[in-house]
């Protein structure tokens, strides 16, 4: 298909605004008579409150209010489930546990607010806030996952018998079949630990409630902005349309700002409204550590049954997942880690066992990638030991265990995190897997350069990984459309954006329909009062799921345009094209008429219209996809260690991804490479380090290392292949996590492979220069340094 | 609450004269009193970068000093590099590449690079990857970064 504007290079509408510095963030909102909040939050990870003592901070000049849960009366209540448990899964149990928005008791994690102080500035509200005293009666810590689930474990929550979260099961054939006829099983056990999603922004929320026109005006810092109206509504015993929730420019979100609600996001409406007055909160770096969410920690025991000749005939994999102290997100993460943890592969035998596990840390929601990466670490270490045993190249295992083209679509028959059964639309995957094997250079690096490399003593290896994203999912989006009198076109639409470029793409898409420029089509996402209907930027779907909601609407809106511009020009519909902002005849084309001049056309100001006729040139239009579209890619690297410090150089970086139809390849190459660096963070930077007493031991930006400009391959490669997803127009799929998913697969792979001499073997994500120092330590103990500085 | 101090300071080639605590961070100053909110911040522990500006043409981090430091200084911050109408060939690059997605850390590499470009004009990547090594981003991975850096060098050059 060749189009004018998708998939084009084309540079991106917001950012003239981003780069001079006036582009609207939360915290950039004032508002006169605006009072500011901060949080006396917990010094214990669990804890009885036995008394918190206000009355200095009360008294403090500047000081207008404070608030415990006690103050909050009858109000306080716990915050909504956000999602409810598979409902299409038989047998699933889930103790639903929800945080709240300041404590009440108890404490359930460090850093839980419990008392809010709201002041003249946020100078004199952390003042008071020292002024305020917590008396405390510390309880037993729950921190590791395995002990919390043994029979002596203290409790998370009181009224429950075990730190049981949730439990399902789910399967696919019969995996004690394909046990009796594999000629190997290996069974191994893995470590995987939480890293924070660290966006440069931290979260905020401005709450404006205007007692003379009883509207409530909420800036919000959320991926989720029309649920977040819609939950505030209820909670304050407002109309749906007495909120109104605006996500401006977001400075990144990565998942963690789709969780609701947290509790902030329930007490500064609720602040605004008691007190009659503008609320502002804006999160410091250390509350973002403490109080937003993050994710990965999980304990899996597995089991792979294979044929001699390689052949994958079955996993079993029993996981234990942290979900911290509350679990209001439901399954998504453990269930991204089932539909991922069988990867690319044809295995028809699939036993996978979840243990969500209640923890004293905080709550665990969505971090880019979201469980994938989990899964997909777990298959690919699983590819890499049977490659071992078998004596079989790595690659040639993976390659002959590829679900083939014409088994597409391909039923998982796992439940996925939209609670339909995971259905891979399309993919081709075999000509993916032989790029990125040509790109990198895969044979001769093995057979020329590794081994001469080697000879000079350098620890050089290479990784190379296939990996799924599934995206795109439902329920749906909605997206209206406009042409302005000026010629401008508008787009609503109700998901938020953090950065993924959904002014230019989604615009991208309306040219190609009505023969805009680009920059002529202006967007506004995430501001309930613009548009009212979807749920949020998550899961790898705007693309998807807006976009082809803005493919919808765009077309309705092209079909009025000719229906009215056949009319005026006296020209068959079929003889008309859209180019430059004006339909014309195609044979004659001084014979024209502007959008502008026809959208004014259709909105008359006197004169009689014939019945049924909708004014404007404007259209609403939905997309909601019974199955999403699952990506399909692989990532190679080829890194050198260095034996003394263990620091790790990428020589080299490979990405080719199938994510379908393209809308903006530099938008695209954006996406991967950011990605790709928070999947570098997690391979070997990036652990938040909980001690035995559920404290955060490196809760800075001094402590906890992001990656730099140094740590990033010099070039990261990006190469593309396409099949079009037939489950939507556009026939695009997700790309927005693919960077992140399979790094710590490929990377595990390659520093096994560099070290091959020394046989390692790598249970446990992430890794450090310190641990992997530590691992070779206690494997060679006493030759290692020597072997080393051979 | 403590005693005012005067601060003359000019920003962006304006100067204003105000009364503010001691304890007042420049950040904050910035964003708040003046209103010029394009200096973000990331951190106020002086790691991520992100509210870097100059202080009389050098890069400082705005949340490590206090207003009243500027007194009698000159602090430009991004909405002094350039308008949209009119970007900073550094602002035009890093729009051409694609060197900013959420566009949060962006003024704080923009500042960075301005007295950087004009210190070296012919930057190799490696002096790139040393000058931006001190801002944070999560979103791009750097790579367009250093790309538009090396199209802004040669913007300048030219």
Known sequence: MTYKFIGKRIKRNEDPRLLTGQALFVDD?????????????SDYAHARILNIETEAARQHPGVVAVYTAEDMGDEWAPGPPLVSPPPTLAGVIFNSRRQSPLAKGKVYHAGEAIVAIVAESRYIAEDAADEVRVDYEPLPVVVDL????????????????????????????????????????????????????????????????????????????????????????????????????????????????????????????????????????????????????SERQQVHEVEIALTNDGRVLGL????????????????????????????????????????????????????????????????????????????????????????????????????????????????????????????????????????????????????????????????????????????????????????????????????EQLGVAVSDVSLVSGDTAEFHWGTGTFASRGAVVAGSATLAAATSVRTKVLKLASKVLETPEEELELEDGVVRVADLPHRSISLGELAALANPLRGAVEPGTEPGLEATDYFGPAYGATSFGVHAMIIEVDPETMMIEFKRYITVEDCGTVLNPLILEGQIHGGVSMGIGNSYYEKMHWDENGQLLNASLADYLIVTAHEMPNRIEVGHLETRSPFNKLGTKGVGEAGAIPVTACFTQALENALEEYHLEILESPLSPNRLYELLRNLTMSTYGREARK | MSDLFNVNVTVNGTLYEREVEPRILLSDFLRHDLGLTGTHVGCEHGVCGACTVLFDGNPVRSCLMFAVQTNGHEVTTVEGLGDIDDLHPIQQAFWEAHALQCGFCTPGFLTTLVPFLEENPDPSEEEIRNAISGNLCRCTGYQHIVEAVQLAAEKMRA
């Open chain 1, 146 to 293: 395995e002990k919390a689930m043994g029979p002596d474990s203290p409790r998370v929550h009181d009224d429950l018998d075990t730190n049981l979260a949730a439990h399902m099961f789910q399967k696919k054939g019969d995996y004690e079949v394909a046990r009796a006829q594999a000629d190997l099983i290996i069974k191994k056990k893995f470590f995987l630990d939480r890293g924070a999603a660290v966006a440069m922004e931290n979260r905020g929320v401005v709450a404006h409630w205007d007692e003379k026109s009883q509207q409530m005006t909420i800036w919000d810092t959320t991926q989720a902005p029309i649920p977040i109206r819609n939950g505030t509504a209820a909670r304050l015993g407002l109309s749906q349309k007495q909120v109104r929730v605006i996500a401006p420019f977001l400075g990144g979100g990565f998942g963690p700002k789709a969780m609701m609600f947290y509790p902030e996001e329930m007490l500064i409406p609720w602040l605004s409204m008691k007190l009659c007055r503008p609320i502002k909160w804006i999160e410091d770096r250390r509350e973002n550590f403490y109080a937003t969410t």
């Open chain 1, 29 to 41: 909102v004032d508002i006169p008579g605006m009072l500011h909040v901060a949080f006396v939050r």
């Open chain 1, 316 to 511: 079993k994999d029993d996981f234990l997942h942290d979900t911290g102290a509350f679990d209001p997100y439901g399954l998504t993460i453990p269930l991204n880690t089932q539909c991922h943890v069988t990867g690319p592969y044809d295995i028809q035998n699939i036993a996978s066992n979840c243990t969500a596990v209640f923890t004293n840390k905080p709550i665990v929601t969505p971090v880019r990638g979201a469980g994938r990466p989990q899964g997909v670490f777990i298959i690919e270490r699983m590819m890499d030991f049977a490659a071992r045993e078998l004596g079989m190249e790595p690659l040639e295992l993976r390659v002959k265990n590829l679900i083939p083209p014409e088994a597409f679509p391909y039923d998982k028959e796992i439940i996925d995190q939209a609670f339909a059964k995971l259905i891979l639309d399309s993919g081709n995957y075999l000509p993916v897997v032989e790029k990125a094997r040509e790109m990198i250079g895969y044979d001769q690096f093995i057979k020329e350069e590794q081994p001469r490399l080697r000879a000079e003593g350098k620890f050089v290896g290479i990784g190379i990984t296939p990996f799924i994203e599934t995206t795109g999912v439902g329920p749906y989006e909605g997206v209206r459309i406009q042409i302005e009198p000026s010629g401008k076109v508008n787009v609503a639409t109700g998901i938020g954006t953090q950065g993924q470029g959904h002014f230019t793409s989604f615009a991208q898409i309306v040219s």
